[in-house]
């Protein structure tokens, strides 16, 4: 080979290498299309709706499917179990730490995040209850008539209920002729303000992040330590996906490990859905708007679908 040729050869080359780094690379997925629907379950209750729908619209602008199930809590975890739903981000923890120990024994999930601190999460009572001098668990019993022996509960075979039926049965605080009222968190509250409008003691379920603490005038009792915690059902709430999920799309387990939430915007999120009747994925992306700068932690080390930074996608989708 010749010098020219020799050195020919080598221009050549070089040019070849500046023009590959010049030119854009082709986009490098970072799931496989294995991932590109995540199902995410919704045990009815409106934080996790809220909370959903910012997940929802987030992962829409990052190209992804969000499919969001309607499921009971048991039922949600049991899908979990059999691969069903690949991500929870309602599990609050201690009320549902018996669902956790049954799928911790299967191997059955995988924490990803905690998604909220703060909340609480425990019986309450109405003004007309607070009257009374009601304040803590042992206080209901000497004013039995006037609650009609009820506590109002949420959605059969949540685990706030079998706390309630248990202690209800264990004969603690006197309770042991009262009745659970068990009904939907939207009926549950209804009726509690029904009795507020009456003038009538309610006891019922209350927990925050939620608009009920804005609508109606709670005192959360005390003495509950041995069924819902200390600090009044003081809570966390986890973000769970079904083992193995992080390992197959761990661009979206980033997604989801970088989600966390504060309870002033839970409870924005909830007023708009429940008093406003938005839409839940319309509440979200108009919040999201208001506050784009939350958009960089969400997003911190995340990219589409198909390799893009997620950050400018998710804000040129929400038009941001």
Known sequence: ??????????????????????????????????????RLSDPGWTDITATNAVAAVLLEGLGYTPEIRNLSVPIGYEAIRNGDIDVF?????PAQQHFIDDLNAANAVEVLARNLEGAVFTLA????????????????????????????????GAPANENIRNMIESGDFDLSDWTLMESGEQAMLAQVQRN?????????LAWAPHPMNTAIDIT???????????DYGGAEVFTLARTGWS??????????????????????L??????????????ARDWISENPAVLETWLDGVTTLSGEPGLPAVQGALGL
């Open 196 to 204: 507020d409008r009456a003038g009538r003691p309610a006891v019922f």
């Open 125 to 156: 009572v109405n003004p007309a209850g607070a009257e009374l001098g009601v304040a803590d668990f042992a206080d209901l019993s000497d004013h039995a008539d006037a609650f009609n022996r009820t506590i109002y509960g949420i959605e059969p």
């Open 1 to 38: 080979m010749t010098f020219a040729r020799a050195l020919s050869g080598r221009r050549l080359s070089a040019s070849a290498l500046c023009l590959s780094v010049l030119l854009p690379l082709p986009a490098v997925a970072a799931d496989p299309e294995t991932c590109s629907t995540i």
């Open 220 to 230: 959360y009792l005390s003495g509950g330590d041995d069924y819902f915690g200390p």
């Open 89 to 93: 981000l309602g599990n609050w923890m």
């Open 247 to 268: 390992d197959e799309c761990p661009n979206a387990a980033t997604f989801f490990g970088n989600l966390v939430f504060e309870l002033e915007m839970e409870n924005a």
């Open 270 to 283: 909830m007023g708009a859905i429940l008093d406003e009747g938005a839409d839940p994925q319309d509440a």
